[in-house]
């Protein structure tokens, strides 16, 4: 049997690449996820305190706060008093899910919600110090698409579609002016249950029906300063949405217009300039 000897070197870049790996793996399945804080300000320990928590990011003391699937709460004590974080029930009845044991000033507890649900919690030494972490399903931030019926607007660039998901949605926009149907198409896989869809005016008439997959659902439609906003119910996974109107503008309606316009110009010019040749 025969061995090979790997170099230093080798080893050195085969370690180097294994660390990559490993970090870009722990980056993909956090680079969304937050860290929320909450401080236990000083004086939390007596009952008669103005507040108890105090929510760094918006000032907020109730004790309440909601977050994502994956994001994190840290309580970090600046009393001088012995604190705890302990999960309960909604009846204040200690459930054993999380607890911080006793810390002190100074010193912070941290904890991850994977899942949706409202989480309950309280010092069990200062049970009137308690609060709840809601965890909601992630909607997703504002996205756009740009050039949606290219050709018909007056610069020839279209309209923008503004969405909110948790993923993205296909830049090419199907649309039919025939059906009166536009079909935008889900390209990642969606968690979320709901799709929220500004579309402008000037590129559907009264959006009335809406097809997620095939599948009828009712949504929920309002006229805003940006163009109509429609929040329309959709499963995980989903891919395809279609909204039908009464009216859709042709995609390259514009372009078609000019090209013709064109067209008919220079066929008369040419058969003009044939007819003054012929004389």
């Given amino acids: 049997m025969k061995y090979r000897i790997i170099s230093n ?26 860290t929320y804080d909450i401080k236990i300000p000083s004086g939390a320990a007596d009952p008669n305190a103005p507040y108890f928590w105090s929510e760094k990011s918006t000032g907020v003391t ?36 999380f607890d911080s044991g006793f810390f002190t000033a100074g010193k912070h507890y941290t904890r991850q919600f ?8 309280f ?25 949606v019926a290219s050709g018909y607007s007056s610069d020839g660039l279209g309209f923008r579609v503004k969405y909110v998901l948790d ?23 969606t968690l979320s249950d709901q799709v929220t869809l500004i579309l402008p005016s000037e590129l559907i008439d009264n959006p009335n ?20 906003k429609m929040t329309i119910p959709i499963e995980p996974h989903s891919k395809e949405v279609k909204i039908i109107g009464t009216r859709v503008i042709p995609e390259f309606g514009f372009l078609a217009m000019g090209v013709l316009s064109i067209g008919l ?9 044939k007819l003054s040749l012929s004389r």
């Fill in 209 to 228: 029906t809406v097809m997620i997959d095939g599948s009828m659902v009712d949504f929920a439609i309002e006229d805003t300063s940006d163009g109509i």
């Fill in 62 to 97: 109730t004790g309440e706060i909601t977050i994502h699937p994956g994001d994190s709460v840290t309580w970090s004590n600046s009393d001088t008093a012995f604190h705890t974080i302990t999960s309960v029930t909604k009846d204040g009845q200690v459930d054993g899910f």
């Fill in 123 to 147: 010092c069990s030494i200062h049970p009137y110090m308690n609060g709840v972490v809601h965890v909601v399903k992630d909607p997703g931030s504002v996205r756009t698409i740009d050039g």
């Fill in 167 to 189: 993923t993205n949605i296909q830049n090419e926009v199907r649309v039919d002016p025939k059906d009166s149907t536009l079909t935008f198409v889900i390209s990642g896989d």
């Fill in 9 to 34: 070197d080798t080893v050195r870049v085969l370690l180097v690449l294994s660390l990559f790996a490993v970090s870009v793996i722990g980056f993909g399945s956090l680079a969304f996820a937050e």
């Fill in 265 to 273: 110009f220079s066929a008369l010019f040419l058969a003009r300039s």
């Fill in 114 to 121: 994977d899942d949706i649900g409202d989480f309950y919690y």
